[in-house]
């Protein structure tokens, strides 16, 4: 879905600030100057094209007219609006009321003033508009408003909603991520003993195995620099000659930073959790005592730290 904001620039900032603001929570592309690359488009040619292309007009009217470009006798406000009207865009328009706070100098007089009136009056005589007296009142009616133009064309905010979807998609990484059987022992707090003997072997297996794959690649470098230096080439040679990305002894990313590493953290990470979740078990169902406590403030720190201390490197 895209979306085109139309508005005078310098006196409506915070109001297209705050409107592009709103339009990054979700699905939606905004068709807008502040995001727009460099073109060999002139300014107006630019915006009409964008108005075509948009699937709905967001029109944001305050005290000023806006400049009217050589060759026109209307703003790019106001030809922007007429271009939508003409293309049959779906429009949703928002008028400043005479009582917004706005600093004078952003308030037209004269011949502008009279436009503007114009202006004013055709909207009104053709949309219903909704008016705002502060940028509170401006930011409600701007969401009620996106709310009921997708709720008349049976479209549920949520859907397009990208912070329901990342929580979403981050719950099904973490399910998957997990195996089977923690996932089925972790919600059973009477297994906890085995499930927390389960994680410890698999993360010094795994420490192991990243340990064992490491040596063995030291070897087989050592073994291949000795090799090749039996007939004149130097490891300064071999590493002039390939970039890292080319070296087999250079690029172990996938070993050395990422894929073992992070898992660990992770399963270590899991496992002070659980052991957290079985501390505090224990403490609801046990006479109180100063060894538990301090074993359940132990665990927290421990966790703590590890949060701190370490992170997936990426």
Known sequence: MKVFISSTFIDLEDLRSNTLEFFKKFAITPLAMEVWSSSTDDP?????IKVRECDLFIGIYGQRYGFIPEGHDKSITELEYIEAKKYNVDTLLFVMGDDYPIPVKYVDRGDKYILLNSFKNELKNNHYLSFFSSLTEFNNNLSDSFRDYLNERDIDMKD?????????????YE?????????????????MKVLLSELDRQIQGLKKFHDYISKSYNILESDFYRIVNSFGIT???V????????NPFKIRDWEMITFFPNRIIELEKVKLSFELIELNRRAEKEAWSEELLEEIKAIKENLKNHLLERGYID
């Open 44 to 48: 107006i040619t630019k915006c009409l």
């Open 160 to 172: 397009l909603n990208f912070k329901s979807l990342y929580d979403e998609l981050e719950e099904l």
């Open 175 to 191: 399910d998957n991520r997990m195996t089977k059987a923690f996932k089925m022992d972790s919600n059973n707090l009477d297994n």
């Open 235 to 237: 490891k300064e040679m």
């Open 239 to 246: 590493d002039e000659k390939y970039n890292y990305k080319e």
